[in-house]
T-cell receptor, first 110, second 117 residues
Framework: QQPVQSPQAVILREGEDAVINCSSS?????VHWYRQKHGEAPVFLMI?????EQKGHEKISASFNEKKQQSSLYLTASQLSYSGTYFC???????????FGQGTRLTINP | EAQVTQNPRYLITVTGKKLTVTCSQN?????MSWYRQDPGLGLRQIYY???????DKGDVPEGYKVSRKEKRNFPLILESPSPNQTSLYFC????????????????FGPGTRLTVL
């Protein structure tokens, strides 16, 4: 079952904050976040494991609410380089594979 | 340089003409996977492999075959391509820490854009 990401697209001005959500109908073991710039391969951002931990990566952080089977990616004080499509990949325990959401396109304008 | 390579990068072919897309990684990763990317659908897994000679179906395996005879290579085979297999294909690899997939980032190849006429 493919997780649902929201919003599908967001446009920001440089310096503004954004939140991207990822929801699953199944019990998750881990959530992986990737960013893909136009014409390039997806690049890893972070992994969150069951346990509700929050992780940070420069000004990008994420949380995982295992009770709600939701993860959120937080981008603070966005920079032009943050533009791209963000994908969450969800793993059901024991599945040994990721199911990716449909992506959220983030555009940062000067 | 640690990388995942795919060949060809672009391919235009005709319906029914067998083709192979190669994938190779130089990081000694156990786990390898193939995805297809279509607009609005994100990345969908075709097949994956936990190690040599161990492969399993992903979410959209119909019309594809894979093999894992060597640890570094994971070719994707389309025996009889059809227009609905026109897509952008990515190969990815990762370690399996302690045998678990969960803890490790995937490294993606540059992608292969396939058009089937």
């Amino acid at each position: 079952q493919q997780p649902v990401q929201s919003p599908q697209a967001v446009i920001l001005r440089e310096g503004e904050d954004a939140v991207i959500n990822c929801s699953s109908s199944k019990a998750l073991y881990s959530v992986h976040w990737y960013r893909q710039k136009h014409g390039e391969a997806p690049v890893f951002l972070m992994i969150l494991l069951k346990g509700g931990e929050q992780k940070g990566h420069e000004k990008i952080s994420a949380s995982f609410n295992e009770k709600k089977q939701q993860s959120s990616l937080y981008l603070t004080a966005s920079q032009l380089s943050y533009s791209g499509t963000y994908f969450c990949g969800t793993e059901i325990e024991g599945a040994q594979k990721l199911v990716f959401g449909q992506g959220t396109r983030l555009t940062i304008n000067p | 340089e640690a990388q995942v390579t795919q060949n060809p990068r672009y391919l235009i072919t005709v319906t029914g003409k067998k083709l192979t897309v190669t994938c190779s990684q130089n990081m000694n990763h156990e786990y390898m996977s193939w995805y297809r990317q279509d607009p609005g659908l994100g990345l969908r897994q075709i097949y994956y492999s936990m190690n040599v000679e161990v492969t399993d179906k992903g979410d959209v395996p119909e019309g594809y075959k894979v093999s894992r005879k060597e640890k570094r290579n994971f070719p994707l085979i389309l025996e009889s391509p059809s227009p609905n297999q026109t897509s952008l294909y990515f190969c990815a690899s990762s370690f399996l820490r302690g045998g678990f997939f969960s803890y490790n980032e995937q490294f993606f190849g540059p992608g292969t854009r396939l058009t089937v006429l």
